[in-house]
């Protein structure tokens, strides 16, 4: 998916109140913007979602210019790596709100950027459910043959609302 806009949210996929897509692998958004949120995905009380294997680069949003996740059952990400996605408000890589419970394997942050202050990889809104997280970077090299270098591994800067920004260690 690759050059998308959306005049309002979801620039490369946006899906709403009860989709199931089960598992995802290999698909990759590239270059996608949407004026409000969500410039690679929006989801929105989806039931669940099992992303996996694939990366989302240079998307651009108000908020989670990579995704964005308002409510759901279940998000799973796995082995996937959000690259150089910008937020002019909040959560250059993910911003998630409403009681959405997420989980993340394996997830690379590389150079993704958010006005808001210590929200360039994360955004939780005080009202989000729970974050799952394993191995994940934050730092590292990712080159054009799509091979992630990870220099900075087991951490990730989680920025939540309630609590303030944290970096997670075991993330």
């Known amino acids: 998916i690759s050059a998308c806009t959306a005049g309002s949210d979801g620039g490369g996929m946006s899906a709403r109140i009860g989709v199931n897509f089960g598992a995802m692998s290999e698909v990759n958004i590239h270059a996608c913007s949407a004026s409000t949120n969500g410039g690679g995905?929006?989801?929105r009380y989806i039931d669940s979602i099992d992303y996996r294997s694939s990366t989302i680069t240079s998307c651009e949003?108000?908020?989670g210019a990579g995704m964005y996740i308002l409510g759901g059952d279940s998000v799973t990400v796995t082995d996937v790596h959000i690259v150089l996605c910008s937020a002019s408000g909040a959560g250059g890589g993910i911003y998630g709100t409403d009681s959405a419970d997420m989980s993340l394997t394996s997830v690379g942050f590389l150079n993704c950027s958010a006005e808001e202050e210590q929200s360039n990889d994360i955004h939780l809104s005080e009202s989000f459910g729970s974050v799952d997280c394993t191995p994940t970077c934050t730092a590292g090299t990712?080159?054009?043959?799509?091979?992630?270098?990870?220099?900075n591994p087991y951490q990730a800067v989680v920025y939540d609302e309630g609590s303030g920004a944290s970096v997670i260690d075991d993330c």
């Not at 054009?144 to 220099?151: I, L, P, Q």
């Open 142 to 151: 990712f080159a054009a043959t799509d091979s992630w270098e990870c220099s």
């Open 41 to 43: 995905m929006y989801l």
């Open 61 to 63: 949003a108000q908020n």
